[in-house]
């Protein structure tokens, strides 16, 4: 196996993602991480089978998998999973680290089952935080985040869709999520209800700019 990572991504699991899954039912989750996806769903009664390219992710994810493959996702899905038919397949803030994903995106489509759904999450380069770092000349590569050092690709929220839309797939759900900006100093003003509604009005006027994260969920066109 070439290019093998040793590295591990762990975080809650993403609940944004998470939401649009019914239950019961059979995942893939491509780029699986530490498995903090695949334990949530797991726990809900599913089926999970992920990928990873790290061997100390495969490790720590195993537990809450039936299958986790070890796989450069750059060469799309590994030849064990081509026979198979999932509900639902997650790409959780996977796409934007690879060159090429038409190939992954071409085989996604020969997995999923009739009416299956893909869920895409991609953060968004263009978030007000990030385009005022961009105005002030800051290009600076982090561990993690929108800036993560192994970002290979950017998406806009328009340029998600094209993507999508251009491999093979309709978009039935096009959304981002996040929080109103300076929302430690609102929160103590406002309920926690009324900072979601003014949130959700503001992702409605100009989603790339206060959307963190880009969403979307897709099934095949």
């Known amino acids: 196996m070439e290019n093998i990572i040793q590295k591990s991504y762990r975080n809650e699991g993403n609940d944004d993602v998470l939401k649009f899954i019914t239950m019961p039912c059979r995942v893939l989750d491509v780029g699986c991480g530490g498995g903090d996806n695949a334990r949530a769903l797991k726990e809900r009664g599913c089926i999970v089978d992920g990928i990873t390219i790290s061997e100390i992710e495969r490790h720590e994810a195993s537990s809450f998998l039936r299958n986790c493959y070890l796989y450069n996702l750059e060469n ?3 030849d064990e999973l081509k ?11 996977v796409i934007e680290h690879i060159c090429y994903p038409e190939k992954l995106l071409k085989d ?3 997995c999923l ?3 299956g759904k893909l869920i895409v999450a991609l953060p968004n380069l263009f978030h007000y935080k990030s385009r005022w770092q961009l105005l002030k000349g800051d290009f600076t590569y ?17 340029t998600g869709i094209e993507l999508l ?3 093979g797939f309709k978009v039935i759900v096009k959304t981002v999520t996040g929080q109103l900006p300076a929302a430690s100093f609102f929160a103590k003003i406002f309920s926690e209800k009324f ?3 003014l949130f959700n009005q503001l992702k409605l006027v100009s989603p790339g700019l206060f959307g963190y994260q880009l969403l979307y969920v897709v099934e095949p066109s």
Do not use: M
């Open 195 to 197: 900072s979601a509604t």
């Open 76 to 78: 799309g899905l590994p």
């Open 165 to 167: 839309e251009n491999n």
């Open 108 to 110: 996604i489509l020969q």
């Open 142 to 158: 982090q561990s993690a985040g929108i800036w993560d050092n192994t970002h290979f690709k950017w998406y806009t929220y328009k």
């Open 113 to 115: 089952q009739s009416g």
């Open 83 to 93: 026979n198979n038919q999932y509900d639902f397949i997650i790409c959780s803030h």
